[in-house]
Structures are given as structure tokens and as C-alpha cells.
């Protein structure tokens, strides 16, 4: 997984500074038991990953949410307050951003670092890179921040651009000592002889793993750009998935598509509608119904 990990970093990863756990929601409910609790605050920003305020509950942790601006990019200057105000000891920022799709520019996870590592408390960092592997070319991985910031934490998971969720396998880097705090709270042997024999294969063979991912990258900005080109708004999209929008009344989109054979997801903020990223034939069949459903609905 270092080795892995280190094709995203020019300053690398070594072992000791990974952890792997069943999932990366177990690695982030991990990382919630060791630095949230009781009188702790963990905290985001909105729209973010809708499984977070559920760890924060099962580890008895305040759970805190920000906003993001209009376009779903992070409001900085909100979000550098927000570190200060709330003293958090867990700040969760996904990117790209599920459901928006937004990716992290790497002065801003500077920036929230620096805040959360100066409170009275020190906080960590959560970078969630869970769809890392679909970024647009130019788009750094904030594996490239390690050496700088020690509050910081990577996470990964191969259930995304790998396929391979079933094998649940999710993984972070950061510095060893997060680690060793990690090793406090984990249940005995919590990952199995299988899971990491999968884990190893699967990193053996990464290159047809992965082989897919290209391919979805393109039929990405392709959907985005056809969107666009509908009138539509689109939120800018690192992750296999495009938000778009927005519609008076989503869900009779959402069941105009479901009716023509095409499922996609109805969540993120009001009137918006998520697609996920699949072959040219699912998405010229996604592109069809919809042009269909909107030309009914207008
Ligand atoms: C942003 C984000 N993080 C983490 C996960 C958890 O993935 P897993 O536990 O399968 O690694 C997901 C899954 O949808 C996700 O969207």
C-alpha cells in the first residue's frame, strides 16, 4: 500500500506512516474513537459524505457543520473560522467531494492544518481521497502535504476506482505516531487473513484494476460536457459521478429515468441529482431518457 500510495507523492510513503482497516468507513469510525468523544468536536462541511455525523454518533462526538460556497467549493475564509470557533479534533473534508464532486485545492488543506494544529487542542486533518484515483489530470493528491503537516491524515479505499468494495478493504497514510493512536481503539486482528490476501492481490494486479478508470475519466467530462451543453448546471467533478441540476421537482426526474430503465441517485442538496459514471452505452442510454423526461416536463 506505501508503495501504492507513493506513486501519488514525491516525497513518498513508508509503511509504518499506513494503516488499513475492513472499509474506509471503519478506518474514519477508527479515527473518530481515537481523536473524537465525549467534549470533542468533529467537524465539515456541507454537502459532505452523509455517513460522518454517523460515525461522530457512535463515538459520542459533536457533531459540527459548515457550509460550502454556491459552486460547492470551500468557503476558506468560513471554514478557517469555523477551525477556530469550534477547536474540532477531527476535521472530515472528502475530495473529491461525495456528492458534489469536488476536489481540494492543496493551500486550503494547508491552511486547515495549520488552524487545527494551533488550537488549544490540536486537531487532525482528514483528507478523504476515497474517489482520489479519478481526479482530473493536475489535480495533486494531498499525500504531497505529509512531510509538512503531522496533524494530517490520507485516506483511501479500494471499493471505488479498484471495484472492489465487497473485499472491503480502506486504508490511510499518515504520520506512524496517528498510527500507534489507531492501534489503541482497533478490535484484535480487525483485518481478516483474507481481506489482506485480497488486499495484496489486488495491489499486485492494480494496473487491470484500475484499467477501467481512464476510460470513466473520459466518459466523465463527456457526461459533464453534455449536461452543460443541456442548459443544465453541473458542479465540477473529480469523482466517477456527476452532480447536476436543479430541478424544480427532482424526483419526478429521478422516477422519469427510473422508468425508462435508467437508475440514478436522488441525493445531494435540494433539486440537484447525482449520476455515477458508467460505459458509453449506459451513458448515451442515461442521455436518451433524460433529454425524453425534461422534454416531457417542459
Ligand atoms: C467520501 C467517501 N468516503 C468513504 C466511503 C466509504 O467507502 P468504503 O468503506 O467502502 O471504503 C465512501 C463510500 O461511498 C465515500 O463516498
Known amino acids: 500500500?506505501?508503495?501504492?500510495?507513493?506513486?501519488?507523492?514525491p516525497h513518498g510513503v513508508t509503511p509504518e506512516q499506513v494503516w488499513a482497516a475492513n472499509g474506509s468507513n471503519e478506518v474514519m469510525l477508527q479515527l473518530l474513537q481515537a481523536f473524537g468523544g465525549p467534549g470533542r468536536v468533529a467537524l465539515s462541511f456541507a454537502p459532505?459524505?452523509?455517513m460522518y455525523p454517523e460515525y461522530a454518533r457512535d463515538s459520542v462526538t459533536e457533531w459540527?457543520?459548515?457550509?460550502?460556497?454556491?459552486?460547492?467549493a470551500l468557503d476558506l475564509d468560513h471554514a478557517h473560522d469555523l477551525v477556530k470557533e469550534k477547536q474540532p479534533s477531527v476535521v472530515l473534508l472528502p475530495s473529491p467531494n461525495n456528492p458534489t464532486g469536488t476536489a481540494l485545492p492543496l493551500d486550503a488543506v494547508t491552511t486547515l492544518c495549520e488552524a487545527a494544529a494551533g488550537n488549544e487542542q490540536s486537531g487532525i486533518v482528514v483528507v478523504d481521497e476515497a474517489y482520489g484515483e479519478f481526479r482530473r489530470a493536475g489535480t495533486p493528491s494531498a499525500l504531497e502535504l505529509l512531510p509538512r503537516h503531522r496533524n494530517l491524515v490520507v485516506s483511501r479505499t479500494m471499493s471505488k476506482a479498484f471495484a472492489l468494495a465487497g473485499a472491503r478493504v480502506g486504508y490511510l497514510a499518515a504520520a506512524p505516531e496517528i498510527c500507534d493512536a489507531i492501534r489503541v481503539v482497533r478490535l484484535p486482528y480487525h483485518l481478516s487473513a483474507v481481506t489482506q490476501a485480497t488486499a495484496l492481490a489486488a495491489l499486485r494486479h492494480a494496473p487491470e484494476l484500475l484499467g477501467k478508470v481512464d476510460e470513466l475519466r473520459a466518459e466523465?467530462?463527456?457526461?459533464?460536457?453534455?449536461l452543460r451543453g443541456r442548459g443544465l448546471t453541473v458542479a465540477d467533478t473529480d469523482a466517477n459521478f456527476a452532480l447536476f441540476g436543479t430541478f424544480p421537482d427532482r424526483h419526478a426526474v429521478w422516477q422519469g429515468l427510473l422508468d425508462r430503465g435508467v437508475l440514478i441517485r436522488e441525493t445531494g442538496p435540494d433539486g440537484w441529482l447525482r449520476v455515477s459514471i458508467g460505459t458509453r452505452e449506459e451513458m448515451q442510454a442515461f442521455q436518451e431518457a433524460l433529454t425524453q423526461v425534461m422534454e416531457e416536463q417542459s
Open 220 to 226: 466523465r467530462d463527456r457526461t459533464v460536457d453534455w
Open 1 to 9: 500500500m506505501a508503495a501504492y500510495l507513493s506513486r501519488d507523492t
Open 48 to 50: 459532505t459524505y452523509s
Open 64 to 72: 459540527v457543520v459548515g457550509h460550502r460556497e454556491s459552486d460547492f
